[in-house]
């Protein structure tokens, strides 16, 4: 088991630059498996999660290579599986994401069914009905899904009965070299589908509308493939933001990109911070004040990200007054909480409502990670918390943060990761 010691008491100051974006990244190795050609993909982050998706992609036959430790080549000519394993759907649920994309291109798909996940039940029907939609067989067999399609998809429209990041993304992946036009309605808006969107575009596909909620696929007959660079990760841009503002501290991210974050840098803004921008840059600033508690809702894009809750749940937990945290998104995510409780937080729960009664102070002590987010905001309790906190099953971290200890490190954060039985 891995943990993380980290010394209280610590305002965070300096500059780090952030890594390419974890759920940009995830559907676009995806679309790899769309192109008959070579695609190259710029800037991406050294995640568990990345590494995870290179061994399924490895696993169907692609061909990887790393030209240095961020630029991905990837060549799917010699595909020869077409089955995403139990193994690796369970260490990663968006392993999903190559559903649409082999069905689409091979006429098969056999992924292993995503289990229920920490922070809720997460079903992926609405990906199977839209498949449906397109022309797809759906089978469900031996804890696996099994899609056929006889010949190619066939473009309709799917109206979606609700906002999910990963069905649009399926979608729209399978729609690509479908027959005819898709019109996905209700599509999700987060700034992730639009840079998937951009990345198919430049490898061949003809997709219009990303960033809405109606996207347009004119199905195309084969994507040569190419090159993308992946966009920055709003959610790690975030999380540092946050933890300045939870230890009172001053901090400027560059190569990010503030456009993606309007919701977040206003809700930061509310906790008293100066925010500065710059077309890649954002800099933050308490100036030595505790933070003021801030009100807030999860929605899909362009509301206040889920994936940034707990982290502001933190904040509010040592703010001045008291914050409501409403979960819209995912039933069960609020796990971090009864270990803020145990720091000394003064939070109550209501159904989907947490009510935060900022202390004066956290108290450093043993706690344990249940999920990426929950992870970061218990980094950021440690760092405002007095004492020593010592934070157990680290390693969900490492699915979402590149490089954490060391970008911590340059931010003036004593942190150190043991290993133990
Ligand atoms: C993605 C993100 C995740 C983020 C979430 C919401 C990736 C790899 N992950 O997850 O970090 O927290 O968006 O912004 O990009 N739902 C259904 N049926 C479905 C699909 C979803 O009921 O078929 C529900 C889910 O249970 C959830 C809600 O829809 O309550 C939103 O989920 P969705 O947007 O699909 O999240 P993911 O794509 O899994």
Request: hydrophobic share 45%; charged share 20%.
């Amino acid at each position: 088991m891995e943990r993380f010691v980290i010394q209280g008491n610590t305002r965070v100051h300096g500059e780090i630059a952030i890594s390419g974006s974890k759920n940009a990244a995830l559907p676009i190795l995806a679309a790899v498996l769309l192109c008959d050609g070579a695609t190259v993909v710029d800037n991406l982050p050294q995640l568990q999660d990345v590494a995870t998706s290179l061994e399924l992609l490895g696993s169907l036959g692609v061909e990887l290579g790393m030209a240095g430790t961020r630029r991905l080549e990837a060549n799917p000519r010699q595909v020869h599986s077409l089955t995403a394993p139990y193994e690796l759907v369970r260490k990663m649920r968006a392993s999903i994401l190559v559903l649409g994309p082999m069905l689409t291109r091979f006429g098969e798909a056999n992924v292993s069914f995503p289990g229920g996940c920490a922070i809720g039940s997460r079903p992926v029907d609405i990906h199977l009905q839209g498949l449906r939609a397109l022309g797809a067989s759906i089978e469900i067999e031996d804890g696996f899904i099994r899609a056929t399609v006889d010949g190619r998809l066939h473009g309709t429209t799917i109206c979606m009965p609700m906002v999910s990041v990963g069905a649009t993304e399926n979608l729209m992946m399978a729609a690509a070299l479908a027959k005819g036009t898709t019109r996905l309605e209700n599509a999700a808006c987060e700034p992730e589908i639009s840079d998937l969107a951009n990345c198919l575009n430049a490898w061949g596909a003809r997709v219009t509308g990303a960033g809405t909620q109606t996207i347009v696929i004119e199905g195309v007959e084969r994507m040569p493939g190419g090159y993308f660079r992946v966009m920055p990760d709003r959610i790690e841009t975030g999380t540092y933001l946050a933890a300045a503002a939870a230890t009172r501290g001053s901090i400027r991210v560059t190569d990010a990109d503030p456009s993606t974050l309007e919701q977040v840098l206003q809700t930061l803004r509310a906790t008293g911070a100066y925010v500065a921008l710059g077309a890649d840059w954002i800099s933050l600033d308490m100036q030595g004040r505790r933070p003021l508690a801030v009100d807030l809702v999860t929605a899909p894009y362009p509301g206040f990200p889920t994936d940034m809750q707990a982290q502001l749940t933190v904040v509010n937990a040592v703010a001045d007054g008291v914050g409501r945290v409403t979960e819209t998104i995912f039933e069960n995510r609020f796990m971090q909480i009864q270990e803020l409780r145990r720091m000394g937080a003064d939070i109550v729960i209501d159904a989907n409502t947490a009510t935060v009664k900022g202390v004066n102070r956290l108290k450093g002590t043993r706690v344990l990670a249940s999920d990426l987010r929950a992870s970061a905001s218990l980094i950021i309790a440690a760092l405002a918390a007095d004492g020593e906190t010592c934070i157990d099953d680290i390693h969900y971290v490492d699915r979402g943060y590149e490089c954490i200890e060391a970008k911590l490190h340059q931010l003036g954060v004593q942190i150190i990761r043991m290993t133990s039985e």
